[in-house]
């Protein structure tokens, strides 16, 4: 998932708004988007910086479990 955040201001005496940030970023799922064959850099790198047309992607594999989580690890009464 790509998530896009915009950040603006609004001056407060003449209302004018001001657009001074745009942030595109991909979200915490995208490793394993990107592992399953979906390389978003390139395509966009492709479609909008060299003005090429990107082919649509259907090598997907099939039956393919994909897993990803944090873990924590607490090691209680550690003598260094």
Known sequence: MVVLR???????ENDTIYG???????????????????????YIIQEYLLNETVESFTAWEDHLLMLRYDSEILVHDFKA
């Open 6 to 12: 915009l950040s603006f201001f609004k001056h407060k």
């Open 20 to 42: 001074i940030e745009i942030n595109a970023r991909f979200g915490g799922g995208y490793p394993l988007s990107y592992l399953a064959g979906a390389n978003y850099p390139k």
